[in-house]
């Protein structure tokens, strides 16, 4: 039983870094967008088995905060931003698919090496989901980097807080109020992005952050 | 006596891949003409073929060298052999220490190079851009496939499929992210691997995409049979492959007598004639992608097949 306990929670976690590497290969809007849903969705699964094998049933109001905002509204706002927008078919990579996935692996190697070093002392269930949790979060870090659109870049700072969601449903003892607070901090600068957004491509009739570059006087050569 | 039984069940198995791999071809095109809504050839359609071009001359190109004619049946024989050892519905064959899975890409690796060489020989120019795209995706492919091997072997701790598959099928092992992870890079280097649609078409022979079809467009009569069941046989290796490690259940142990491998048999049955509906399914549901993305997307297979490595030393570190 101890096996398939620890078996699970490590399939959920490692499909997490899993997905945020296939966000890494996704070039279109939309399909970045699938994928975030996608991730969001094994990061439900995550914090839910995580509940079950704690005993601790807040963790499934995480669990459903992470379906109903982050798998269902946010990817068909973002959808929805991206038709009024008029950039769903745009590809916008500063480096290629390539290098950026060389990138991203040897950020999940330095995640896992760090962590796995810090932590010896705790329990392995734990100590893996931090790793992974650690992999995950750099990886959004990583989207947020190499993308110019900015929307992209939104999709890559929600990676990054589902990272940080998964750090903290493995470690045990988290508060709800904490948990919530977080969610809704993410829900409202994800308004602030979204309007944010619209102003930018009014000014600029572009959402191209090198916009801003060129507003600021920073011309690129 | 054992002996005799035991080269029995060998040559059994050896027909076994031989006879199945063009009804396989022959499933993969029903569904996906089933799924296009239209009704698809008969399941026994390849080997009319395949009768059919037996039958027929062999046209040669007069610049032709001896190499041209000597490719096909090379290629046969390495995809045949490789595709005799993977353990189908039972393990522990008399032939299997030699089913290694290094050797089995070393045996494909030589099926691919006379291919490309006898694409290149008689000096057509679609024969030549076939060969170097082959190789290109070859360069990509092959080392992603060692590095699923590598974490197979590390999990199992043993390069041998017979051995492999056994470990498998033990409750030694559990869920992990790293098998999930390499499951996912093999079908991707199996797909690039077959020339199936996102790399390469099997079904058109238009010029600017085509990679296997441009190679093989100077042979004709027995020697395009060879080629085309040379081509079935790999497919059927693949999935073969990837029913053995991933889904090694029912695969019964050698000397476990008739009844067994019957269930075994009809096990593998059911397991070919699910990857060949999953791979209708997948082909219809994608486009091909320019030849130029296709590096991107073995990339991806390669690095997919690094962090499978790299996750297999986390979780051993545990």
Redesign the interface.
């Given at each position: 039983m101890i096996?398939?306990v620890?078996?699970?929670a490590?399939?959920l976690?490692?499909?997490l870094?899993?997905v945020s590497?296939m966000m890494l290969?996704q070039d279109r809007l939309y399909a970045l967008l699938n994928v975030f849903a996608l991730h969001s969705l094994v990061l439900t699964l995550s914090v839910a088995w995580q509940a079950l094998i704690q005993d601790a049933p807040h963790l499934f109001v995480t669990a459903a905060i992470a379906l109903v905002f982050k798998t269902i509204i946010i990817p068909v706002v973002l959808h929805r931003m991206i038709r009024q927008l008029g950039i769903h078919r745009e590809i916008e990579t500063v480096v290629?698919?390539?290098p950026t996935?060389?990138v991203?692996?040897g950020l999940?190697?330095l995640a896992?090496v760090v962590m796995?070093r810090v932590t010896s002392s705790a329990d392995?269930i734990a100590?893996?989901d931090l790793?992974f949790a650690l992999s995950v979060l750099l990886l959004g870090l990583l989207i947020m980097v190499t993308r110019r659109n900015a929307v992209s870049q939104v999709v890559g700072f929600m990676t990054l807080e589902n990272g940080l969601v998964l750090a903290a449903t493995g470690a045990k003892g988290m508060p709800l109020v904490v948990e919530i607070s977080v969610a809704f901090s993410i829900l409202i600068a994800f308004i602030v992005i979204g309007v944010f957004l619209f102003r930018i491509r009014e000014r600029f009739d572009t959402v191209d952050v090198r916009a801003l570059d060129d507003f600021k006087g920073r011309r690129r050569k | 006596m054992v002996i005799v039984s035991a080269l029995f069940v060998q040559a059994f198995q050896m027909s076994l891949v031989v006879l199945l791999a063009p009804l396989l071809t022959g499933i993969v095109r029903l569904f996906k003409a089933r799924l296009l809504r239209r009704r698809g050839p008969s399941l026994i359609q390849p080997y009319r073929d395949l009768v059919r071009l037996l039958r027929k001359e062999a046209v040669v190109a007069e610049n032709a060298s001896w190499l041209f004619r000597a490719a096909p049946y090379l290629i046969f024989a390495a995809t045949w052999v490789a595709a005799a050892i993977i353990p189908t519905f039972a393990t522990g064959l008399l032939f299997s220490w030699t089913a290694d899975l290094i050797a089995i890409i070393a045996l494909l690796g030589s099926a691919r190079f006379f291919l490309a060489l006898a694409g290149m020989d008689v000096g057509t120019s679609f024969g030549g851009i076939g060969s170097s795209r082959e190789m290109m995706i070859a360069t990509l492919a092959e080392p992603s496939m060692l590095l699923i091997i590598f974490t197979l072997a590390l999990v199992a701790g043993s390069t041998q499929l017979s051995a492999i598959a056994v470990f498998m099928t033990s409750s030694q092992v559990g869920l992990r992210v790293s098998l999930a992870i390499a499951l996912i890079a093999l079908v991707m280097v199996a797909i690039a691997e077959n020339a199936r649609i996102p790399v390469d078409n099997p079904a058109t022979h238009l010029e600017l995409t085509m990679v296997h079809e441009a190679m093989v467009l100077e042979y004709s009569g027995r020697h395009l049979a060879m080629i085309e069941l040379a081509a079935s046989l790999k497919l059927l290796l693949y999935i073969s492959l990837i029913a053995c490690l991933f889904v090694p259940w029912k695969l019964v142990a050698f000397g476990s007598g008739p009844l067994a491998y019957l269930i075994g048999l009809f096990a593998y049955l059911a397991k070919l004639a699910a990857g060949g509906a999953l791979l209708a399914l997948f082909e219809t549901a994608t486009a091909k992608m320019r030849v130029f993305r296709v590096p991107e997307f073995l990339g991806a297979a390669l690095m997919l097949g690094l962090l499978a490595a790299l996750l297999r030393f986390v979780s051993r570190g545990l």
């Open positions: 096996g398939s620890f078996d699970i490590h399939m976690a490692g499909g870094v899993l590497m290969y290629g698919v390539g996935m060389l991203g692996l999940v190697a896992t796995l392995p100590r893996e790793a | -």
